[in-house]
């Protein structure tokens, strides 16, 4: 059920979402044909809207299913031993999830987490066909700014593409460093 929608690219899935949520979109012909709303320009502005709701929700829904697929890996290596260590010494299922479990899973989330980060921020495919005019995202003034014909836009293109890398950068080494304070606390 996790494949289910990774086989698809991101802008094929955005595109789905689109068709899907807009208030043009099969959802809200469906509403409306139900009764539950009087026209399809009634439903609720997912797509397109100034919250970025259907940004998050494309992002939500494609990278979800390959951070939980990242923890399934981890979690087939490791054998039932920790598990059942921590059974037989008294922890019940919470306790098993809390101190096993997670602490297993952790640095490929962690990790898998840094890669989502960086593919999102700096994606400008979803939020170009889900997103508004304005704010754009900054992904989306750098395409812009690069397809300008005025090639002095160029250089706000380097830049904004600068800014993005350093950003992913910072938020990156941010997560190593807390990760590691994490696991010198707890020793």
């Known amino acids: 059920m996790l494949n289910l929608n990774l086989a698809f690219p991101h802008l094929v899935w955005a595109v789905a979402l689109g068709l899907l949520l807009a208030q043009s979109g099969l959802l809200a012909r469906?509403?409306?044909?139900?009764g539950l709303i009087s026209a399809p320009a009634e439903f609720p502005v997912l797509v397109r809207d100034r919250d970025g709701l259907g940004i998050i929700l494309h992002y939500v829904s494609k990278e979800v299913p390959f951070l939980v697929l990242l923890a399934l890996a981890v979690l087939r290596t490791q054998g039932a031993e920790y598990?059942?260590?921590?059974?037989?010494?008294?922890?019940?299922?919470?306790?098993?999830?809390?101190?096993?479990?997670?602490?297993l899973v952790l640095p490929a989330l962690a990790a898998g987490s840094a890669l989502v980060f960086a593919f999102s921020f700096g994606a400008y495919e979803v939020p170009a066909l889900l997103g508004v005019r304005y704010p754009r995202t900054l992904a989306?003034?750098?395409?812009?700014?690069?397809?300008?014909?005025?090639l002095r836009q160029r250089a706000t293109g380097m830049a904004i593409g600068l800014v993005i890398g350093l950003v992913t950068l910072a938020v990156v080494g941010l997560g190593r460093a807390w990760q590691r304070l994490g696991v010198h606390h707890d020793a």
């Not at 469906?30 to 139900?34: D, G, I, K, Q, S």
């Not at 260590?85 to 809390?98: F, H, T």
């Not at 989306?140 to 005025?150: G, H, K, M, S």
């Open 30 to 34: 469906f509403a409306a044909a139900l």
């Open 83 to 103: 598990d059942l260590v921590a059974e037989n010494l008294g922890a019940d299922g919470w306790q098993r999830v809390r101190y096993v479990t997670l602490p």
């Open 140 to 150: 989306v003034l750098a395409l812009e700014a690069f397809a300008n014909p005025d």
